[in-house]
């Protein structure tokens, strides 16, 4: 299957600093990408969805200006979390998409704020 | 109410019985559907799609879709105690993808 490659796995930061993870897709052209964020034994709750060369759509109560989301082209897709806070440790993952198949996705990134 | 639902669980089942999984629906107009494993701190992993009504299998897994009841159901044979994981039903329209809560499953020896 498709692979969709998310960097970096872990990341341990300081409150205050900011954190960009990465996702990309590795063999295909992804044209929206989703990022999720998942607390522990949660199932996954959809941050944003982005689309290539658009803005990103927040879900609500999502901080736009807090996770900020750049799906730059058709295989990249970053997400900074800005001024990290340790509520916001969690696990994130992304998942990419190409028009008419699954969603893959990556790795996930465990982010920890100390 | 939730746009897809699952049975939170746990659902615990003997190794080598068949394990059930239920979810529903609410979009009607849902095109896709999808069945993923989760294992604890790991990403998901696709197991299942589905896209028509009726049943697909593929090895021990068995998935069924009924568009009619908005009604999607994982069916897991001969359950292994490496099925223990956390199943998560995805339902997409035109790239708009939710997900259940998923169901925790275990597989006692």
């Known amino acids: 299957g498709a692979v969709v490659s998310q960097h970096p796995s872990r990341v341990i930061c300081k409150s205050g600093t900011s954190v960009k993870i990465e996702c990309r897709s590795l063999?295909?052209?992804?044209?929206?990408m989703f990022w999720y964020r998942q607390f522990p034994k949660k199932s996954l709750m959809l941050m944003a969805t982005?689309?290539?060369?658009?803005?990103?759509?927040?879900e609500q109560g999502v901080e736009k200006d807090k996770f900020l989301i750049n799906h730059a082209s058709l295989t990249l897709s970053t997400l900074t979390v800005t001024s990290a806070h340790p509520e916001d440790s969690s696990f994130y993952i992304c998942?990419?998409?190409?028009?008419?198949?699954?969603?893959?996705f990556g790795q996930g990134t465990r982010l920890t704020v100390v | 109410q939730k746009e897809v639902e699952q049975n939170s669980g746990p659902l615990s089942v003997p190794e080598g019985a068949i394990a059930s999984l239920n979810c529903t629906y609410s979009?009607?107009?849902?095109?896709?559907f999808f069945w993923y494993r989760q294992y604890s701190g790991k990403s998901p992993e696709l197991i299942m799609s589905?896209?028509?009504?009726g049943d697909k299998e593929d090895g021990r897994f068995t998935a069924q879709l009924n568009k009619a009841s908005q009604y999607v159901s994982l069916l897991i044979r001969d359950s292994q105690p490496s099925d223990s994981a956390t199943y998560l039903c995805?339902?997409?329209?035109?790239?708009?993808?939710?997900f259940g809560a998923g169901t925790r499953l275990t597989v006692k020896p």
């Open positions: 998942s990419a998409f190409s028009k008419n198949t699954e969603a893959f």
């Open positions: 063999d295909f052209q992804a044209t929206t």
């Open positions: 982005s689309n290539e060369g658009s803005k990103a759509t927040y």
């Open positions: 979009d009607r107009v849902s095109q896709s």
């Open positions: 589905i896209y028509s009504n």
């Open positions: 995805a339902v997409d329209n035109n790239n708009d993808m939710r």
